[in-house]
Structure formats: C-alpha cells, structure tokens
C-alpha cells in the first residue's frame, strides 16, 4: 500500500475532472486519478453542441437561456445556478475556441450554431440558434482539446486508479450541524498491478459522471456506474434529486445508442405508424424540438396508444429523408453512421427506428456554485467538490436541456478547479488520515478475491441483467406507485443475492472481474435512491412522471429531494433557490 501526498486530487478525466485540472494544476499540485484512459471517458460520446447565447447567427442573449433552463427544468432549478451557468457559458466556449477547439463555422468565420430542443428566442417565441457544435463529434473534440492542455501543463494523471473510497475526518450523519467536517483524501485500486493506493489532499473534487448503468437501455457507456455518486453516499453523505433521471427520445430501438437531438436541430421530424407529425399535437409552437422531457413522453404515449411501428409496434420513426444527403453528411456524419451499422438503416431513403433511452442523471452530489459539497441542506464539507454529471447544482432541475451539459462541465468543472485549488493554499495541512481505511478496502477486495471457486454463489452477470430489468421495467418515462413498490421489492431482493456472489478471477492484474463487482455494489445502491426518492415524490415534474399523480404540485413539491444512507434510508427536502423565476405552466 502506498500512500501520495497532494494539494488536490481530482477524482475524475472526463470534461469536468480535466477542466478542473487545467485551472487547479496552475496554482497548486494537483493530481487527477481516472478508471479509464482520460479520452475514454463518455463526455468523448457527446454528439451535438454545447450552449451559449453567443449571437452568432440570430439574436440571442444569456437572460434568454436561463429562463429557458429553469422552465425546461420545471422549476426545480437553483436559480442562482442557472443564471451562473449561462453567464459564462460565452467565455465557456471562447476559452475552448482559444485553446483550438474546432468547432464548425458560420460562413463570416464565426462559431456556428444550431437549434436543440427547449432552446427559445425571447421566452419561447420560435426555437433559436445557440447550440455551438463541431459537426456531431462535440464533446470528442471537447474531450481531446482539454486532454492536449492538460499534456502541455503536465498535469500529474493516474491512469486506471479505481477510486473506492472517500476520507472524511468525522461521521457528516454524526456530527452536528454547524459543526465542521474536513475532507483527508480518497483510497483507489491500481488496475494494472491490484494495489491500494492512499491520496492524501487538502481538496478533493469529484468529477465520476454519470449512472447510466442502472437502466438496461441507455446511451450511456458501460462504465457509467455511479462511483462517485455511491462512494460520497456511502460516505454519509446525502444525495439529491435522483429521482430525476433523464430518457432522451431518439435512443436507437432496441439499441439505445444515442442519436444525437441534433437530427432534430437540423429539421428532422418524428413520426408515428400513421406517418403523422405527431409532436404538433404536444408541443405546438416548438413541435420536434421540445424538450426531452416531454418528447420522450409524447412518444411513449403514441407507442401505448397503438400508434407504434415495426412488428411489435414498439418504437416510432425519426425522418431525414427530406434533408439533403450532401447536409446530413455535413452536419450528421457519426449519427447516420450508427443508423447505418446497428440498423442497418439507410437514413438518406429510410426513416430511423427510434425509442427513448436513459441518458442523463439530473440528481447527484449536492453542492453549491462553487462546487462545494454540502453534507446537509446548509453546511458543507471543508476542501471537498463536485462537479459534472455527478454533482447537483443544480442547474438542470427536474429536466436538462440538451447542450447544458458540455456547458455545465466547463462552467463548473472550471469553478470547482479554482475553489478546490485556493482553498488547498489557504490551508496548512490536510486533515488527519484514518490508516485502517486503507485496511478495509483492501480485506474487502481480499474478500471478494476469496469468493472464486465458491459453489452455488450468486453471479454478478446476472444480478445485473436483473437489476436493469426491473429498473427498465418499473422506473420507467411513466412510474407510479405500484411499479415503484415493485423496483423496491425486487432492489432489496438484489441486495440481499449480492452478498452472495462470487467472482472468477483470483489474480491481481487487470482483475476487471472483481471492479465490476464492486461497479455494481454502486448501482444497487444508488437504484435504492432513484426508487425511493420516486416513490415519495408524489406529484409529476420534468423527468419524473407519476401516472397517479399526473400533475405539478408546487406547493408540496418544488422541493428538492435529500436522501441520505445509513442502516436505514432517510429522506429529507431542501428549498429550490428562486430569484427571478416564478414558476408557471410548462407549454411549448
Ligand atoms: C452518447 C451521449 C451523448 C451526449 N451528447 C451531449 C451533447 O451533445 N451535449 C451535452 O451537453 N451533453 C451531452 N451528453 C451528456 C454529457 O456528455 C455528459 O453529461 C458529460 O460529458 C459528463 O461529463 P463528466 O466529466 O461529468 O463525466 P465523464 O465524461 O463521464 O467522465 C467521468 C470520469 O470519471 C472517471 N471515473 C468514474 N468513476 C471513477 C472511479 N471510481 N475512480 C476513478 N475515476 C473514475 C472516469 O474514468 C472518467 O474519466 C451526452 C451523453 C452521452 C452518453
């Protein structure tokens, strides 16, 4: 076991943990810890742009966005947050375009834009231009151009380094309000060699991403489980609304390979079996370029209806065969590719079969806009962050829009680099390390090494097919109680097989065998949550819909849910932050 000092140890190499080096790296020593090679990680997938109100091509300005965010996110957004992330969404984009980002140009040599989905011109007038893109390969290209300047400051990555485990120097359940909890470091596994690591800093910023993982049909890559997420929860640390999980309409059917909403952007159209635009009937003024929240709602209920396609009337149609070929290919090239490879459908002549998938947690980490995270509704934990997918703001609330979330990396993963950082030189030294921490993990993973051989265990391959069965079954587009209930039963049945299984591999290098069984671990816990905080919220708002509660209760409800771990799961609410904001009925 071998123990690394630092100033900063980011926990994370995707858009987030990178933008936060890049800033981090420049005042104080810092290091960034990755389970996967830094460019491997999903923000490489992301397809279609990343938001600003940069005026470009049509009038557009950042009070536009916000109100934008906070009514796609059904008023379940911080507020504070909101008008943060759009501010600075334009020196955002800037900041990449300095450092060579190519994005696609107008034909002035500006950065172009493009329409997504509940982006508006003056409060919801007509769609508007504002998504900046680098054809459908964004978030590659964002991906790779931090990843050059973290190369160029050297900043110090630990490639393949599982994070495990999160120190904090006391209980945050167990000690008062008030009272101050500070963070030590966190303890990873060494992929390549099965070595516990200690990283003792005077800031930790988390940036793990998503949690995907959890659904069976999802756009989100195999290593989406939540780590971060699971790991500051089993930490005592509460988590916040995760309930809201976001189903982007246009997954490939069956597949769940993401089609970017960009295909909507550039004017393609959905359709059900009876040819029919059938988004005119639920989104009138916007139609296709709702928000997905409500896209993916409006789909589902065709395909109930029976208006459905294919043999099994199962999926509906996204159509671009009125764009033309020489403009898909410009625009579209990765997307139409998948359609062609997976589906083999030729998107140029043929409509695409399409379904909604699981794509985004809007819950996470809570923290506030400096990236801090909060161990309650007000106090936070000294020298600890978050930021990315696996924080909550929260600036997407109840329903992100599509293009927030490259920007919400940059925004935040930027504020959290430069807090984390000035506040590793304010302090002196880093807070006392429990040493025996580093023992537990490492007679845990023993543990499970133990397990190979073992007869009549249970398999952590099937407890996860099961796990995301009943996840894609029962906390669904559409929920309610029954079907939760259902979720609940069956996680706690999970739960309870987990303790029984067994792995195949015994060795110590490249054990991914036994990662993934700790990978799951994390996703049952955090499926616990999203159920819980599902089943409580009885009422219907953005990505979360009760059948039996079908409408919006404010009055109880524009709350943010607060679940916190121990023996038994408690849950909590905290006000939302409103400042200019009332809310109102969400029509497009
Ligand atoms: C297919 C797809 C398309 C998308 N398109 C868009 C788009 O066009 N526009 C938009 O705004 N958003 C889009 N999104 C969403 C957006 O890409 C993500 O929300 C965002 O990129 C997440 O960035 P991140 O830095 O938080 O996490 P990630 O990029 O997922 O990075 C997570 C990092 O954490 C590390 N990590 C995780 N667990 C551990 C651990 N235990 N120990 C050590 N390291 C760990 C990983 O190695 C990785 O480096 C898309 C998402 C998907 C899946």
Redesign the pocket.
């Known amino acids: 076991m071998t123990l690394h000092e630092y100033d900063v140890v980011i926990?994370?190499?995707?858009?987030?943990?990178?933008r936060a080096a890049l800033e981090s790296s420049k005042r104080a020593r810092t290091a960034c810890?990755?389970?996967?090679y830094?460019t491997?990680?999903?923000?490489?997938?992301?397809?279609?742009?990343?938001?600003a109100a940069l005026s470009n091509v049509e009038d557009d300005n950042a009070e536009w966005h916000t109100f934008d965010t906070i009514k796609g996110g059904d008023y379940l957004v911080d507020q504070d947050a909101a008008e943060i992330l759009c501010k600075e969404a334009v020196q955002a984009v800037l900041d990449l375009e300095n450092m060579g980002l190519p994005f696609n140009r107008t034909e002035g040599g500006t950065i172009d834009q493009r329409r997504f989905g509940g982006h508006t011109r003056n409060h919801g007038e007509a769609a508007v231009r504002r998504?900046c893109?680098s054809a459908d390969r964004?978030?590659h290209m964002i991906?790779q151009t931090l990843y050059q300047q973290c190369i160029k400051q050297e900043v110090e990555f630990y490639n393949e380094?599982?994070?495990?485990d999160l120190i904090l120097d006391k209980d945050p359940q167990g000690t008062p309000e008030g009272e101050e909890v500070s963070v030590a470091g966190v303890i990873?596994y060494e992929l390549a060699t099965g070595e516990i690591h200690t990283f003792r800093a005077k800031s930790v910023i988390f940036?793990?991403?998503?949690a995907?993982k959890v659904f069976k049909t999802t756009?989100?890559?195999h290593?989406?489980?939540g780590?971060?997420m699971a790991?500051a929860f089993n930490a005592g640390l509460p988590l916040e609304d995760m309930e809201f999980f976001q189903f982007h309409p246009t997954g490939l059917a069956g597949l769940g390979?993401?089609l970017?909403?960009?295909a909507r952007g550039e004017g393609g159209i959905l359709r059900n079996s009876e040819g029919e635009r059938f988004m005119e009937r639920y989104a009138p003024t916007i139609k296709d370029l709702a928000p997905r929240d409500m896209v993916a709602r409006a789909m589902a209920n065709e395909v109930r209806e029976g208006r459905g396609c294919g043999p099994h009337k199962d999926y509906v149609l996204l159509d671009l065969t009125h764009l033309e070929p020489a403009h898909i290919d410009a625009k579209l090239p990765d997307i139409t590719e998948f359609a062609r490879t997976y589906l083999g459908v030729e998107p140029y002549t043929e409509p695409v079969p399409v379904y909604p998938t699981a794509?985004?947690a809007m819950g996470g980490i809570p923290t506030n806009v400096h990236g801090e995270v909060l161990r309650n509704n007000t106090d936070k934990v000294k020298g600890l962050y978050a930021?990315?997918?696996?924080?909550c703001v929260s600036v997407h609330g109840a329903n992100r829009l599509?293009?927030?979330?490259?920007?919400?990396?940059n925004v935040f993963?930027r504020r959290a680099g430069i807090a984390a950082a000035e506040h590793a030189l304010e302090t002196a030294e880093a807070a006392p390390l429990d040493e025996t921490a580093a023992e537990t993990l490492n007679s845990t993973v023993e543990r499970l090494r133990s397990t190979v051989g073992t007869s009549e265990a249970e398999s952590v391959a099937d407890i996860r097919r099961e796990l995301q069965a009943t996840m894609d079954r029962n906390v669904q587009v559409f929920r309610d109680a029954d079907s939760l209930q259902q979720a609940q039963k069956d996680v706690a049945a999970l739960r309870e097989r987990f303790t029984k299984i067994a792995i195949h591999d015994r060795g110590k290098r490249y054990n991914t065998d036994l990662l993934e069984a700790i990978e799951l671990g994390f996703l049952l816990d955090l499926s616990e949550v999203v159920v819980l905080g599902a089943l409580n919220r009885e009422e219907s708002r953005g990505g979360h819909y009760r059948e039996d509660f079908p409408t919006r209760d404010d009055e109880k409800f524009m709350q943010h849910t607060m679940v916190y771990g121990g023996d038994d799961l408690r849950l909590d609410y905290k006000p939302v932050v409103v400042t200019r904001y009332q809310p109102m009925e969400r029509k497009y």
């Open positions: 926990v994370g190499a995707g858009g987030a943990g990178m810890l990755t389970k996967l830094p491997r990680s999903h923000t490489g997938a992301a397809q279609g742009g990343m938001a998504a893109y964004t978030g991906l380094y599982y994070v495990l990873a940036a793990t991403g998503g995907g756009s989100n890559a290593t989406l489980t780590d971060g790991i390979i993401l970017s909403e960009a794509h985004y930021a990315g997918e696996c924080a599509g293009t927030n979330s490259l920007l919400d990396i993963g």
